[in-house]
């Protein structure tokens, strides 16, 4: 499956890892950026320094003035919301068929949650939390897009969920692309796993849609199809829908394995559930009688394997599912 992955358009903000353009002139060293490169087509962009602000630069903060946010450069004191809304307005429009972004954490450009807000450009403490002016353009204009900083992609449950966004998101891009019926009816059969532990609610109407009995055309199918996957996986999945199909998995062996076997597969199904294990235990357990039993229709299912294998990797912040 591996050489299957098509590569995701990302946008990441330049200074994480492309360029040395942050306030101080430095650049910030991203592991898992530097992960994604082979397998991403990465398009990057500094929206300070595009709109003119140089590197190094006086550093910038939102100030909070008559009930709105205003972009100012602390020792000029420049206001430079109007230059920042209009760069916005005009990159974002230029962008296409991106597939997810990673941007920087709490920069009061590029940030989309917790970027502080201040009373004024003296010295104080923060008064509020919001995103930056990039952040916010990006969170409205792609409701559906995986969004996350690259502080958020340390977490390991957030990250899995993003690479698996981006993944299937560039995966159907081939296929509207294609506009051909059997890409897509090939497409909703491959990832009916997936979406089953995403949404029950929105595989239901995606699989309607591909039945298409009411005759539509490919260009009208693909539209809605495309808006039912982007809203099936908004959410993370509960780990319970993951043991759901899972369970629903090991049906599909139920005959040829041992009870021994089955019992083993049952015990670590309850640690994951426990937080004892990681989803990858009971996951590959299936995945090897998968091959062991030569179970086709199992194996091209993308609910096994959404992103290519050596992005998996166990580093995490910490907070287990806790990722809010
Ligand atoms: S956070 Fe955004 S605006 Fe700030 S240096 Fe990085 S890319 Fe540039």
Redesign the pocket.
């Known amino acids: 499956m591996e050489d299957k992955f098509p590569k995701p358009n990302i946008f990441s ?4 890892g492309f360029a040395k ?3 101080n002139g430095e650049i910030i060293q991203e592991g898992f950026i530097d992960k994604l490169k082979p397998h991403v087509k990465f398009i990057t ?5 595009e709109i003119g602000l140089g590197i190094p630069r006086d550093p910038i903060r939102i100030v909070l003035k008559q009930n709105a946010y205003r972009l100012m450069q602390l020792n000029t004191e420049r206001d430079l919301t109007e230059r920042m809304n209009g760069f916005v307005s005009e990159y974002l429009a230029s962008l296409k068929e991106i597939d997810g972004f990673i ?2 954490d709490r ?1 009061p ?2 940030g989309i949650k917790e970027v502080k807000v201040y009373p004024g450009l003296e010295p104080s403490s923060s008064i509020k939390k919001t995103s930056g002016f ?1 952040g916010e353009g990006v969170l409205k204009r792609y409701p559906h897009a995986a969004v996350e900083t690259e502080a958020r992609l340390n977490n390991f449950t957030i990250r899995g969920h993003f690479l698996t966004k981006v993944f299937t998101s560039a995966k159907f891009r081939q296929v509207k692309a294609g506009q051909k019926m059997k890409d897509l009816v090939q497409f909703h059969a491959e990832n009916k796993f997936l979406l089953m532990a995403y949404s029950q609610k929105e595989l239901k109407v995606m699989g309607n849609i591909v039945a298409n009995r009411s005759g539509k055309g490919m260009g009208e199918l693909l539209e809605s199809y495309e808006l039912s996957l982007r809203k099936a996986l908004d959410s993370m999945p509960k780990f319970t829908s993951a043991i759901n199909v899972l369970t629903h998995a090991l049906g599909y062996f139920s005959k040829k394995l041992a009870s021994q076997e089955k019992r083993f597969f049952l015990n670590s199904l309850e640690e994951y559930r426990r937080e004892q294990v990681p989803l990858s235990v009971p996951v590959n357990l299936i995945y090897s009688y998968i091959i062991r039993f030569k179970e086709e229709y199992l194996k091209q299912q993308t609910f096994f394997k959404p992103y290519p294998e050596d992005l998996s990797e166990v580093k995490d912040s910490g907070r287990g599912r806790s990722y809010r």
């Open positions: 903000s330049k200074c994480l353009c942050r306030w962009t500094c929206p300070e320094y941007l920087k920069s450009s590029c990039f």
